[in-house]
Structures are given as structure tokens and as C-alpha cells.
């Protein structure tokens, strides 16, 4: 009962922290694959996904500022995307050239040589977006598109999926003046300190947001997970899990030393310590942690494994299965101190009553 | 003149309950065991025998009256001292024998040894050299659940021996045994008993055991009633099946009434 306790508390916190590991990745990687090291955008944007249009004057007023080696404009907004059924879903529009945020993990196809209505898309939407494979076609507002290239890996947190073209085709479909974009991306020479780039930017273009790529990535996941408390709701249910496998073992091992006072009084009466029989519980205890962690961790990677080729995968890294390990020790040691507690009363006389 | 006792209570008061319903469980007990004697304490049920074994074997404490083991006053000490006393003075052995059912026979007296800070080797080898002293020797790996009841009361003589404690002290160890593993137990704690020096004390309401003790203490209504030393021409019957013990005749002892010890 107590491993069954340890092993539920285990899968439950390895499933909701690698549910927000996988957001924390969903929400960053085109910010981490765009390649910039400075993201200007529309004044108060704190989404990729939910920029407005910039006006186009900001990326030859970044080009003239110091330091600055490139400034690449990119093109995202949520559009409908029609099936060839005629139904639609919402997806997210990502336009950019000049190898700016290319689709990354391709699996099938060739994103070099996108075809004037060619797209990217990940095959983990493939259902999603009604297609079955490259070549497939569909439409956005209207213009026909066509699967030039398959990616895998690549999910949005939104759930809607995002569509990788050029930039003439995203600007094209979104009705964005050839001159504008929903963001400038700048690309600081080597050795140049971004941050004092990123203030001239400021100077220079006031009344717009401008973020270095950290700041950028933090902006979007404070937006997406504690903004819309999507975050919030994942870490609260791995604190719900902690809890409660906490109050699972410390019952079961509880009742385990209830179950054996009668042992415990005749070691006291053989004249043990109270450290000696805190440490058999403790020991009892880490021995459940680390069966129990075992047999729960391996739960976990079967789950996380099944969830891979999901819009929501579990990221159960090394690092979190780790932090996992210890924080079982510690919730199981935790759970020994009612019975340590239990045992510090125990009248050693009472093995003359049995 | 005797030797000094290594275990003496003098005036030992305990008082049970509270408020009207408290009761005097022994009204001023004075007793001492003395090295290398094995003696019975006896006395019908509610006579306070146990209470008073829980008082000398340090796991309670007196109302009032005082208690000396091994020359160390024992009164007023906290829990831990109380237990560190018991670590290096007694034995124990208990009527249900209180072995554990998840280890050997080996490792349940290793435990005793264990719990006293013996090292690894050392438990090892002290508990084997216990069990074959019990004569266990051929069921070291044995679990008490495939032990006779017999063989597991000797499981608790090893494990309260192995230590070499000046003093055992034992709750009706014959009281869960037929006759003739009683009579082997019993005969074992007379061994233990001269050998090496030990004062060991048995309660028991069995008259049977009588022959095997040197000094059989009477206690009744939480008083010492009666003391009767082993009478020098007693003989232990060889098989007590046929003894006059075995029929509830004690063989003779010379009556003595309650008095100071030397």
C-alpha cells in the first residue's frame, strides 16, 4: 500500500510537471528557433502569437542604429484554415525569409524549396488540419496552400498549429502591406553587447516593445502559463499530487508502525534508542521512496512515451526525473514523522501486557 | 555474608489509575537479586508480578521507593537513560516471545545485539555462539513462523544472553509451552543462571518450575509474602513428565519468611 501510495504520487507530480515542462518548450520554441538576438514589436505585445502589425518605418530605423548587422521582418497571426471539406480551424500564420524562424525537425519534403503556395506544417496536426500527407492542399482566406513540407515536434501551445510559408505568401493571405510586419528581428554583430543595442532601439523607436530574446521568452511564458493560468492549473496539480502522495504514505506507514508496536516496544524495552527507532522508520521510509520512485518513474516514462506524437507532450527529462527522486525521499521522510511521532509515546512496558 | 546484589529495590511504591480509581499495585516491595541465582517471583494473577518485573527491568517507574542496577541509582532518569540502563544491564524474555517474524532466528538475536551498538562481526558471531548455546545451532536460518514454540522461546534466551547482561529478567517463559519444553526452559535459565554469574528472574504462576529455581519470592496484594531458598538435597528431575513437579508438588524448600537481604 505504501509503495502504491509513493507510486501514484510519483506519476502524478513526473505527469503535471512534464506537462509544464512540454508547455514551457511549446510556448518558446519559435522564439528560440527565430534566430534573433532582439525582437521589436507593437507596443504592449506580450504574445507571438497575438502581435499587432508594425508599421515598417522600425526596420530601417533598427538598420541605422549601432551594432546592428541584420533586421529580418517576420509575419505571425492567427488565421482560419479551410479543409478541403469546407470546415476551418484556427492556426497560427508564420511568414519569414532569410532562414528566420525555418521549420525546424522536417521529416518529409524540403522547406528550401517551398513552392509559392507551399507551407510547412507538423504531422502531429495532420488530423487536425485535414491532410494526409505532402501535397495535400487547403486554404486560408480563401488562397489555396499546399503541403510542401512535414515537420515533427513542432506544437503549438495555443493548439493551434502553426503554418510555416515565405513572407510574401504570409503577407499575402494576412493582407499585410509588403512594408510591414508583426515584428523585426535584429541580429546584433559578434561582440557587441545586446542590451545596450536593445536600449538604443528603445531610444530610437519609442512606442513600440522591444525585447532582448530572454526577455521575449520570459514576456510569452508568463503570458501563456500564469497570464491564462494554464500554469498555474499544471504546477497546482503537481502540488495536489505532492500533497496527496504525502498523505497517502504518511497513512500507510503509520498504520504499517501501528501495525508492529508491539516490535517496536520490545526493541524499546531491549533498551533501543529513539534514534535507533527512528532511523529503522526512516530507513523503512527510504527504502518505499526508492522502490516506489522506481516503479513510479517507470510508469512515467511509459506515459511521456505515449504522449510524444501528442498535441501535449510530457517532457520527463533527466533533470526533472532527478528532482523527482529527491522530492519522494523527502515527501517519504516527511510521511515518517507521524509514526516517529506515534513511537516516541510508546510505553516499552506494554511487552509484559501482550 | 552474600555478595552486593546487582539489582535491589528498596520501599518500591506503584501506585495505578487515578482519582478514586487508583489502586496501590505494590505497597513497599524490597527485593534484590544476587549473581549467579536464578529466582522466581510467583504470586496469583493481579498480584502485582509484573508490575514489579516492569519496575526492575527499568520500563516503569515507581510511585516511590528506590531501585539500584549495577550500582547506579535508577530513579528520577528520563527515557533514554532509562533505555541506555537496560542496553547495558538486562535481559529480557517475554511470554510471547516477541521475536520478529521477518527475520532468522540469527538475525533476531543480531538485532539484540544490534540495538546495543555490538559491530557487524561481532553480532554475527555472538549470536550464533548464543543460539548453539541454546542449542539452536542447526536452525540459525530458521523464521520463528516454522519454529516450535519451544525452540523459539530459546530463540528469546539467545537473544536476551548474547549481550551477557548481568541481569535477565523473564516473563512467565514457560506460560505459552507444553510441559516438557517448559522443563527445558526452565532447566536452561538454571544454566544461564550459574553460568558467568547472571541473576536472572523468572515471574511465574507455575508451580512446576519451583524445582529449578534457587529462591522462589512470594508476592501477593502488591506485597512480598513469603522468600524460600532451594534446599541443598534438592534434585532437578532429569525428565520432569514423571517428577513430582509435574504433578504441582513442589519438591522441598525451606520456608523463610520475608526478610533484609545480606
Not at chain 2, 519438591?251 to 523463610?256: H, K, L, N
Request: proline share 4%; net charge neutral.
Amino acid at each position: 500500500m505504501t509503495l502504491i501510495g509513493i507510486l501514484f504520487a510519483v506519476v502524478l507530480l513526473a505527469v503535471q510537471l512534464g506537462l509544464y515542462l512540454g508547455a514551457r518548450k511549446m510556448i518558446v520554441d519559435t522564439i528560440d528557433h527565430a534566430g534573433g538576438d532582439i525582437w521589436i514589436a507593437a507596443y504592449g505585445s506580450n504574445s507571438f502569437e497575438q502581435a499587432t502589425i508594425l508599421h515598417g518605418r522600425e526596420r530601417f530605423a533598427a538598420l541605422s542604429v549601432p551594432g546592428v548587422s541584420a533586421v529580418e521582418p517576420l509575419v505571425a497571426s492567427f488565421a482560419p484554415w479551410t479543409r478541403g471539406d469546407t470546415s476551418t480551424t484556427s492556426v497560427v500564420v508564420v511568414g519569414a525569409d532569410n532562414g528566420t524562424l525555418s521549420p525546424w525537425n522536417v521529416v518529409e519534403g524540403s522547406v528550401s524549396a517551398l513552392s509559392p503556395d507551399g507551407v510547412a506544417v507538423d504531422r502531429t496536426y495532420a488530423d487536425t488540419l485535414g491532410i494526409s500527407g505532402i501535397g495535400a492542399v487547403a486554404e486560408i482566406n480563401g488562397q489555396r496552400l499546399r503541403v510542401d513540407a512535414l515537420t515533427d515536434g513542432i506544437r503549438s501551445f495555443t493548439t493551434s498549429p502553426y503554418i510555416f510559408m515565405s513572407l510574401a505568401k504570409a503577407r499575402e493571405l494576412l493582407s499585410v502591406p509588403s512594408d510591414q510586419a508583426t515584428f523585426y528581428l535584429v541580429k546584433v554583430q559578434p561582440g557587441v553587447d545586446v542590451s545596450g543595442v536593445k536600449h538604443a532601439l528603445e531610444k530610437k523607436l519609442p512606442g513600440t516593445s522591444i525585447f532582448t530574446n530572454a526577455e521575449f521568452r520570459q514576456t510569452n511564458l508568463d503570458y501563456w502559463l500564469f497570464g491564462t493560468g494554464a500554469g498555474v492549473a499544471l504546477l497546482g496539480g503537481a502540488v495536489l499530487g505532492l500533497i496527496i502522495g504525502t498523505v497517502v504514505v504518511a497513512q500507510t506507514l503509520y498504520s504499517s508502525t501501528k501495525d508492529h508496536l508491539a516490535e517496536f516496544a520490545t526493541l524499546r524495552a531491549l533498551g533501543s534508542s529513539s534514534f535507533y527507532i527512528h532511523k529503522v522508520i526512516l530507513t523503512q521510509a527510504t527504502v518505499s521512496a526508492f522502490l516506489g520512485y522506481g516503479l513510479g518513474i517507470a510508469v512515467s516514462f511509459a506515459v511521456a512515451q505515449a504522449s510524444l506524437h501528442t498535441p501535449m507532450p510530457i517532457m520527463l527529462t533527466p533533470q526533472l526525473a532527478a528532482m523527482l527522486l529527491v522530492v519522494t525521499v523527502v515527501m517519504c521522510a516527511v510521511s515518517a514523522l507521524s509514526s516517529i511521532f506515534k513511537v516516541t509515546k510508546i510505553d516499552p512496558a506494554m511487552v509484559f501486557a501482550r | 555474608m552474600r555478595a552486593f546484589p546487582i539489582l535491589e529495590a528498596r520501599q518500591i511504591v506503584k501506585e495505578l489509575g487515578q482519582g478514586e480509581g487508583k489502586v496501590q499495585a505494590l505497597k513497599s516491595v524490597d527485593l534484590a537479586l544476587h549473581e549467579g541465582e536464578f529466582t522466581l517471583l510467583m504470586g496469583p494473577s493481579g498480584s502485582g508480578k509484573t508490575t514489579l518485573l516492569s519496575i526492575l527491568g527499568c520500563l516503569l517507574t515507581p510511585t516511590s521507593g528506590t531501585l539500584t542496577l549495577g550500582g547506579e541509582a535508577v530513579t528520577h532518569r528520563s527515557a533514554e537513560d532509562l533505555a541506555d540502563l537496560r542496553r547495558r544491564h538486562l535481559g529480557f524474555i517475554f511470554q510471547s516471545y516477541n521475536l520478529f517474524p521477518t527475520l532468522s532466528a540469527l538475525d533476531n538475536v543480531r538485532l539484540g545485539l544490534d540495538v546495543r551498538g555490538f559491530s557487524s562481526r561481532e553480532c554475527k558471531e555472538r549470536a550464533a555462539e548464543a543460539l548453539i548455546e541454546v542449542g539452536l545451532g542447526h536452525r540459525l536460518k530458521a523464521y520463528p513462523g516454522t519454529l516450535s514454540g519451544g525452540e523459539k522461546q530459546r530463540v528469546a534466551i539467545a537473544r536476551a544472553i548474547a549481550p551477557e547482561p548481568p541481569v535477565i529478567l523473564a516473563d512467565e517463559p514457560t506460560a505459552a509451552l507444553d510441559t516438557e519444553n517448559g522443563y527445558a526452559i526452565m532447566e536452561l535459565l538454571s544454566r544461564v543462571a550459574g553460568k558467568n554469574g547472571r541473576a536472572v528472574l523468572a515471574v511465574t504462576h507455575d508451580p512446576r518450575t519451583v524445582p529449578f529455581a534457587d529462591r522462589v519470592i512470594e508476592i501477593e496484594d502488591g506485597i512480598i509474602t513469603g522468600e524460600r531458598k532451594k534446599h541443598a538435597a534438592t534434585v532437578i528431575p532429569a525428565r520432569p513428565r514423571q517428577s513430582q513437579a509435574a504433578h504441582g508438588k513442589a519438591a522441598p524448600y525451606q520456608d523463610r519468611k520475608r526478610q533484609a537481604h545480606a
